[in-house]
Each structure stands twice: as C-alpha cells, then as structure tokens.
C-alpha cells in the first residue's frame, strides 16, 4: 500500500525570564494535547522560511531571532484512510514577546519551564527536539 509524503517546518519559541527560558507551546483544539508551533511548508519555502511562517500564524509571534537548526523527526501516521510519512525540521527561536494568541487550530497557548513543556508535550519525538533546543541554548549561556 502507498503512502503520501508531507514536509512540515516548525520551531522551538522561548524567551528569557528572571527563572530561565521559558518556551512557548499550543494546545490542539480537536484532541487536547500540547504540541510545538509547526505546519505544511508552502510552494517556493524554504524550511526556514516556512518554520518562521508557521510561528507567526499559529502564536501571532513575528520576532523571532534564529539562533539554531535543531534537527528533523519523522514519522508516519493514518487519517481518512490514507497513510502519510511526514519529515518536520525544528529550529530554534529567541523572542522578547511575552504576548501570544491562538490560531483556529489550538484553543490555548502558554510558557512553560523547559521541565513543565517537557512533561506536558504529548509526542516523544517532539519532547526530544525540546530537549535538543534547550542544550543549545544550555551551550550559549542563556
């Protein structure tokens, strides 16, 4: 049996605070579960372009300041009878914004502590893209 392929984009939002980073996650709407800000990328986009995109369309966010490529995850998945393997690459952001808002998508965004986005993300392979940000920003001194 075939399968689709879909490329997505995404980040890792944080911004500094007087107790550490602190990093931005959305809760999906249709199944209640925290999730980092990501989507499709478009015709013409690169992967960073499309990461940047996605942020700001989901967390209303458009300061963000690329500090790194985290990596890719793959994974396979079935909706609608049909199955799809799709390939997201995360990279990192810094913002000073403290104000974010959700898109149609999620019905709440909120920082959390790198050990609270950690425990409340529902997906492994997003937890450990979580856990390759917050060492770069561990190895930068922030």
């Known amino acids: 049996m075939?399968?689709?392929t879909?490329?997505?984009a995404g980040g890792v939002v944080f911004r500094r605070s007087p107790m550490g980073p602190l990093f931005l996650l959305l809760r999906l709407?249709?199944?209640?579960?925290?999730?980092?800000?990501?989507?499709?990328?478009?015709d013409g986009e690169s992967e960073l372009e499309a990461a940047?995109?996605?942020?700001?369309?989901?967390?209303?966010?458009?300061?963000?300041?690329l500090i790194d490529e985290i990596g890719t995850i793959n994974y396979e998945f079935w909706m609608h009878g049909k199955h799809y393997r799709k390939t997201v690459y995360f990279f990192l952001f810094?913002?000073?914004?403290?104000?974010?808002?959700v898109s149609w998508e999620h019905d709440a965004c909120r920082w959390f502590s790198f050990e609270e986005a950690f425990k409340a993300l529902s997906y492994p392979k997003e937890k450990e893209i979580l856990r390759r940000g917050y060492k770069i920003i561990k190895n930068i001194g922030i």
């Not at 709407?29 to 478009?42: A, M, N, Q, V």
């Not at 940047?52 to 300041?65: F, N, Q, S």
């Open 2 to 4: 075939g399968y689709e």
């Open 6 to 8: 879909l490329t997505s």
């Open 29 to 42: 709407k249709r199944r209640s579960i925290w999730c980092l800000p990501k989507g499709l990328i478009e």
């Open 52 to 65: 940047k995109r996605e942020v700001g369309e989901e967390t209303g966010i458009d300061d963000l300041r």
């Open 94 to 101: 810094e913002t000073e914004k403290e104000d974010a808002k």
